[in-house]
C-alpha cells in the first residue's frame, strides 16, 4: 500500500521560512517522478514544484528564486524548503509520486502565511 504523509506545515509571517517533508512508503521511491502541488481555498490545485529522478528540478513561475525541492532516497523522502513565503502561498500542499502512469497523493498540509 502506498503512502504519502506530508508535514512541516504551519503558521508563519510573510518573508518567513517552511521546509515541508513528505514520507514515502510502500513505492519505488527512487524511480518515481515527485511533485508538490498545492490549493488554495476556492482554487483548483496547481504544480509548485517537480523533480525527476534524474535529478530535474522544475518550478511554477510563481515560486521560482523562494522554494527548492529536494529528495532523500535513502529516507524515501521528499522536501520543499519555502522561502521569503507571502500570503498567496497560503494554501494546504500536497505531495504525490508518478510511477508507471500511476499518481499517489499525500493527505496534504497546511500553510498559512499571515502579512
Known amino acids: 500500500q502506498v503512502q504519502l504523509v506530508e508535514s512541516g506545515g504551519g503558521l508563519v509571517q510573510a518573508g518567513g521560512s517552511l521546509r515541508l517533508s513528505c514520507a514515502a512508503s510502500g513505492i519505488g521511491f527512487r524511480i518515481a517522478a515527485m511533485y508538490w502541488y498545492r490549493q488554495a481555498p476556492g482554487k483548483q490545485r496547481e504544480l509548485v514544484a517537480s523533480l525527476t529522478t534524474a535529478g530535474s528540478t522544475d518550478y511554477a513561475d510563481y515560486v521560482q528564486g523562494r522554494f527548492t525541492i529536494s529528495r532523500d532516497n535513502a529516507k524515501n523522502a521528499l522536501y520543499l524548503q519555502m522561502n521569503s513565503l507571502k500570503p498567496e502561498d497560503t494554501a494546504v500542499y500536497y505531495c504525490?509520486?508518478?510511477?508507471?502512469?500511476?499518481?499517489?497523493w499525500g493527505q496534504g498540509t497546511q500553510v498559512t502565511v499571515s502579512s
Open positions: 504525490s509520486a508518478h510511477l508507471l502512469g500511476l499518481s499517489y
